[in-house]
């Protein structure tokens, strides 16, 4: 009989191929990108029309590539990036198939435009089909810009098989977020039909993600930082209670690739246990570094799964982690649900367990003072300086003094120089009490109808002003720390706490170093719990960036609205009817009662006509 064993022609393969790499456009959109972060480009455009359907373009100003490499690009198992099987394993590249660019000219029409750097002149290849049209010497900028048009043009059931332009072009999206979030080094932009979608800077991770995701992603993030022999976290994980419905924002990038781990992302739900509502999920932008050679990357050609080699280790390292961030920032206790017990405890209070000896005046030692504090904070931001004896222990928030602790008790600022709406402007009837609406709003009826107050802006405008008047008097209370306060900071982000050092000081802070990459904290605020330390200088370092351009921009302002932003009460938060007096006497006693630091109403009132106008 004859020989029926064929090797299949060189286009068929790559068609075959595609049909692996390239299921939308959305996956060109992936293969494109990630070229061009491998050939070392500090800036990235993407261009898309259609979705994708019609256009997808990418332009980098990466190395680029010679004359022979553009033509053998197009080649199957052509890679500049390994160079036998044992490379697999010590892989700092994206790409390493070789695939991509064949599977691609495989079904649609591709231009690739590139110069090196070394050149004068750079190349045009257009291939259609895997059928290279031409190639031609063109005058181009140095790196690399591949257009793939007409996707699936020769192949009719995958072009008809492509979801709705809305579909796709969410696909095309999301992929463009997981790489700009990987790569918050590298500038990208993204044009979809001709207008621009995101233009994301240079930036570090926190404005990255909030960059793509809007200002308000900045309030609902904690840190997470973990660095283990086997494995390095750093990231970001969502307050729980911004927990969304949808698994919509959760990334996990290992070395920089972008995977999807049910059981890595069961570690995360799992250090969530109990703070989160049913139905809800935690949103999480977490990297994670290991050795290259523990991992597997090669078992999945889209390359989003991953094989561990010490999956276990790996899981419970993530879930102490994201706890211990969660209990650090003092996460629970604005929750009103059930909670982990474990979390009652902010961290350093644990590790300082063994120094029990040391405090041991202090009988009345109460772990949970910090939670009782914060809430006291909230609302009297200014507790009366301590002796300075007794400031030796306030990283503990001991109080000696105070016999019977009592958890519930709110204490308020001692010396009170509030012009009470309620008795002095007569605005507010003396007997009168307020109203707390869905942990958010405070009703009060005046003399001409009824005031509804925005419990988080109007706190906002309280703690703003009295962060002003430190800065400007320049002799805040300052309550000095147990034990220094050690925390990391990118170099970039040094130099802003350098630049801002001096006012910070004003506000209380004191600090025994800035240097490097780490700032040593001696002292905080009076009021301002450690566990939060943190939180603030990460908000105070991000709005600063954000906020360099503004020709307005005043250091001390910008301190001011940071930290109040930080420290004042959020939506969500219960307050006792004498808190919510207290806030409301407080922010009448403020200069601009009416809006918040960033010029947002703080109340609004309604007048018994309006209502009843509504009544007839
Ligand atoms: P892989 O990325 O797996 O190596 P590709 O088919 O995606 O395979 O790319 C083939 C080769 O073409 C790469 O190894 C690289 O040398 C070169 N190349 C592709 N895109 C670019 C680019 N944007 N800039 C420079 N070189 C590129
Ligand atoms: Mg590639």
Same mark, same amino acid.
């Given at each position: 009989?004859?020989?029926?064993?064929?090797?299949?022609?060189?286009?068929?393969?790559?068609?075959?191929?595609?049909?692996?790499?390239?299921?939308?456009?959305?996956?060109?959109?992936?293969?494109?990108?990630?070229?061009?972060?491998?050939?070392?480009?500090?800036?990235?455009?993407?261009?898309?029309?259609?979705?994708?359907?019609?256009?997808?373009?990418?332009?980098?100003?990466?190395?680029?590539?010679?004359?022979?490499?553009?033509?053998?690009?197009?080649?199957?198992?052509?890679?500049?990036?390994?160079?036998?099987?044992?490379?697999?394993?010590?892989?700092?590249?994206?790409?390493?198939?070789?695939?991509?660019?064949?599977?691609?000219?495989?079904?649609?029409?591709?231009?690739?435009?590139?110069?090196?750097?070394?050149?004068?002149?750079?190349?045009?290849?257009?291939?259609?089909?895997?059928?290279?049209?031409?190639?031609?010497?063109?005058?181009?900028?140095?790196?690399?810009?591949?257009?793939?048009?007409?996707?699936?043009?020769?192949?009719?059931?995958?072009?008809?098989?492509?979801?709705?332009?809305?579909?796709?072009?969410?696909?095309?999206?999301?992929?463009?977020?997981?790489?700009?979030?990987?790569?918050?080094?590298?500038?990208?932009?993204?044009?979809?039909?001709?207008?621009?979608?995101?233009?994301?800077?240079?930036?570090?991770?926190?404005?990255?993600?909030?960059?793509?995701?809007?200002?308000?992603?900045?309030?609902?993030?904690?840190?997470?930082?973990?660095?283990?022999?086997?494995?390095?976290?750093?990231?970001?994980?969502?307050?729980?209670?911004?927990?969304?419905?949808?698994?919509?924002?959760?990334?996990?990038?290992?070395?920089?690739?972008?995977?999807?781990?049910?059981?890595?992302?069961?570690?995360?739900?799992?250090?969530?246990?109990?703070?989160?509502?049913?139905?809800?999920?935690?949103?999480?932008?977490?990297? &994670?570094? $290991?050795?290259?050679?523990?991992?597997?990357?090669?078992?999945? #050609?889209?390359? !989003? /799964?991953?094989? @561990?080699?010490? =999956?276990?280790?790996?899981?419970?390292?993530?879930?102490?982690?994201?706890?211990?961030?969660?209990?650090?920032?003092?996460?629970?206790?604005?929750?009103?649900?059930?909670?982990?017990?474990?979390?009652?405890?902010?961290?350093?209070?644990?590790?300082?367990?063994?120094?029990?000896?040391?405090?041991?005046?202090?009988?009345?030692?109460?772990?949970?003072?910090?939670?009782?504090?914060?809430?006291?904070?909230?609302?009297?931001?200014?507790?009366?300086?301590?002796?300075?004896?007794?400031? &030796?222990? $306030?990283?503990?928030?001991?109080?000696?003094?105070?016999?019977? #602790?009592?958890? !519930? /008790?709110?204490? @308020?600022?001692? =010396?009170?120089?509030?012009?009470?709406?309620?008795?002095?402007?007569?605005?507010?009837?003396?007997?009168?009490?307020?109203?707390?609406?869905?942990?958010?709003?405070?009703?009060?009826?005046?003399?001409?109808?009824?005031?509804?107050?925005?419990?988080?802006?109007?706190?906002?405008?309280?703690?703003?002003?009295?962060?002003?008047?430190?800065?400007?008097?320049?002799?805040?209370?300052?309550?000095?720390?147990?034990?220094?306060?050690?925390?990391?900071?990118?170099?970039?982000?040094?130099?802003?706490?350098?630049?801002?050092?001096?006012?910070?000081?004003?506000?209380?802070?004191?600090?025994?170093?800035?240097?490097?990459?780490?700032?040593?904290?001696?002292?905080?605020?009076?009021?301002?719990?450690?566990?939060?330390?943190?939180?603030?200088?990460?908000?105070?370092?991000?709005?600063?960036?954000?906020?360099?351009?503004?020709?307005?921009?005043?250091?001390?302002?910008?301190?001011?609205?940071?930290?109040?932003?930080?420290?004042?009460?959020?939506?969500?938060?219960?307050?006792?009817?004498?808190?919510?007096?207290?806030?409301?006497?407080?922010?009448?006693?403020?200069?601009?009662?009416?809006?918040?630091?960033?010029?947002?109403?703080?109340?609004?009132?309604?007048?018994?006509?309006?209502?009843?106008?509504?009544?007839?």
């Amino acid at each position: 009989m004859a020989d029926i064993i064929q090797l299949l022609p060189d286009h068929v393969a790559n068609q075959i191929a595609a049909g692996e790499v390239v299921q939308r456009p959305a996956s060109v959109v992936k293969e494109l990108l990630e070229n061009a972060i491998d050939a070392g480009a500090d800036t990235i455009k993407l261009i898309i029309k259609d979705a994708g359907k019609t256009l997808v373009q990418v332009i980098d100003n990466g190395k680029g590539m010679s004359n022979t490499d553009a033509r053998l690009s197009f080649e199957r198992h052509a890679t500049s990036k390994i160079r036998s099987a044992e490379d697999l394993f010590q892989l700092h590249t994206k790409g390493f198939r070789g695939e991509a660019l064949a599977s691609i000219a495989a079904i649609a029409h591709v231009e690739l435009k590139t110069k090196q750097e070394t050149d004068d002149v750079g190349n045009c290849l257009i291939i259609e089909g895997s059928n290279v049209v031409s190639q031609d010497i063109v005058v181009t900028p140095t790196g690399t810009s591949v257009s793939v048009k007409n996707l699936f043009f020769n192949i009719p059931a995958r072009r008809n098989f492509l979801k709705s332009d809305s579909v796709e072009l969410r696909h095309v999206i999301d992929e463009f977020h997981r790489v700009a979030l990987a790569h918050p080094n590298i500038s990208f932009a993204l044009y979809n039909n001709g207008s621009e979608s995101f233009n994301l800077p240079i930036s570090n991770y926190r404005q990255r993600i909030v960059n793509i995701f809007g200002s308000k992603t900045n309030e609902k993030l904690v840190p997470v930082e973990e660095d283990t022999e086997v494995l390095k976290i750093s990231g970001f994980v969502g307050k729980p209670e911004f927990a969304k419905k949808t698994r919509g924002e959760q990334y996990f990038f290992v070395n920089d690739r972008f995977i999807k781990s049910a059981y890595l992302n069961h570690a995360i739900a799992s250090a969530f246990d109990g703070l989160l509502k049913t139905g809800t999920h935690a949103s999480y932008f977490l990297n &994670l570094k $290991v050795d290259p050679q523990t991992i597997d990357i090669n078992i999945h #050609p889209t390359k !989003t /799964e991953i094989k @561990f080699d010490d =999956e276990h280790t790996l899981y419970a390292i993530l879930r102490s982690a994201v706890k211990h961030s969660l209990g650090q920032f003092n996460i629970a206790p604005v929750l009103d649900f059930d909670r982990d017990p474990n979390l009652d405890t902010p961290y350093s209070y644990k590790r300082s367990d063994t120094d029990t000896p040391k405090v041991e005046v202090d009988r009345s030692f109460n772990p949970f003072q910090d939670e009782v504090n914060s809430k006291a904070r909230a609302i009297a931001y200014k507790k009366e300086p301590s002796p300075s004896w007794e400031g &030796l222990y $306030v990283g503990l928030e001991s109080k000696g003094n105070e016999s019977k #602790p009592n958890f !519930t /008790e709110v204490r @308020f600022e001692s =010396e009170e120089q509030t012009a009470s709406i309620f008795e002095e402007d007569n605005q507010v009837e003396k007997s009168q009490t307020t109203y707390q609406l869905h942990n958010k709003y405070i009703v009060s009826t005046i003399k001409s109808g009824m005031l509804v107050i925005d419990q988080h802006r109007a706190h906002q405008r309280v703690l703003y002003e009295d962060f002003l008047q430190n800065l400007t008097i320049k002799e805040a209370a300052s309550q000095q720390l147990l034990f220094p306060l050690q925390l990391h900071f990118s170099p970039q982000d040094i130099e802003i706490i350098k630049q801002l050092k001096v006012d910070l000081e004003h506000t209380g802070f004191a600090f025994s170093s800035v240097k490097e990459e780490f700032v040593d904290i001696t002292g905080v605020p009076v009021g301002v719990p450690e566990s939060e330390v943190s939180i603030i200088l990460e908000q105070l370092i991000s709005d600063v960036e954000n906020e360099v351009p503004d020709s307005h921009f005043s250091a001390s302002d910008l301190l001011a609205k940071s930290m109040a932003k930080s420290l004042a009460i959020k939506t969500g938060q219960t307050l006792q009817k004498d808190e919510q007096e207290h806030l409301v006497n407080k922010l009448f006693a403020c200069k601009e009662p009416n809006v918040s630091p960033t010029n947002r109403a703080t109340f609004i009132t309604m007048s018994v006509d309006e209502l009843d106008k509504k009544f007839i």
